[in-house]
């Protein structure tokens, strides 16, 4: 079947051509929808809270992602677990409360609990810029935060999306600093005692 599409013209490449690198105050510039990680389009990968760490890892591995969704046996969120949870102090200090071994580490053990999580509406991500997510990021010391819409009904909403530092990092070729905020008397004390 012949093509409808006609040839654009063409040349070859001079050894002085350079390539155009945009600022990044320029990107931050852009809307804020160019680096959701949009779930209408891209899959979101769930795991039961009751998984082990180490299958935790395992999954994101094979996944290519670095966050999943903790579900209970309902299949109900009941929070988000990082690569950073799985890889970072979480673990290590779970065990010096509880003692144990890595092997026994439950998902729910070092999850961030849903009634911790931020959410953003989407009817606010539409108008926003890249640099409006970037410091909502930093002002709740996160480094994910969810992105929900309203459903027909008007009161139950959805996640739809995911705003990451990594992602947008990776995107802007720059580095986000998020300094993690504590919200628990723990966290405040986790906090104070690593820093000896």
């Known amino acids: 079947m012949p093509s409808t599409f006609k040839l654009l013209s063409y040349s070859d490449i001079s050894p002085e051509t350079q390539i155009t690198q945009p600022s990044h105050t ?14 209408n389009k891209i899959k979101a990968f769930t795991i039961d ?6 299958f935790a890892n395992s999954k994101m591995i094979a996944c290519g992602v670095r966050l999943l969704f903790v579900m209970n046996v309902d299949n109900k969120l009941v929070g988000l677990v ?29 999850m961030t609990a849903r009634d911790k999580l931020k959410t953003l509406q989407m009817a606010d991500v539409a108008k926003a810029k890249v640099g409006n997510i970037i410091e909502t990021l930093k002002a709740f010391g996160r480094q994910h935060i969810l992105v929900v819409d309203k459903l027909d009904d008007g009161t139950s909403e959805r996640i739809c999306g995911i705003f990451s530092t990594s992602q947008i990092s990776r995107q802007l070729g720059i ?22």
Do not use: C, M, W, Y
Request: hydrophobic letters at 45%; a negative charge; charged letters at 20%.
């Open 26 to 39: 320029a990107l931050q510039e852009d809307p804020a929808k160019t680096v959701l990680t949009d779930l």
């Open 49 to 54: 809270a009751a998984a082990t760490i180490d």
């Open 82 to 110: 990082t690569a950073s949870d799985l890889l970072g102090e979480k673990p290590i200090t779970h065990l010096q409360k509880h003692g144990g071994t890595r092997a026994n580490i439950l998902v729910q053990d070092i």
């Open 175 to 196: 580095e986000i600093n998020i300094t993690p905020i504590a919200n628990t008397f723990a966290e405040v004390e986790s906090a104070i005692a690593s820093s000896f």
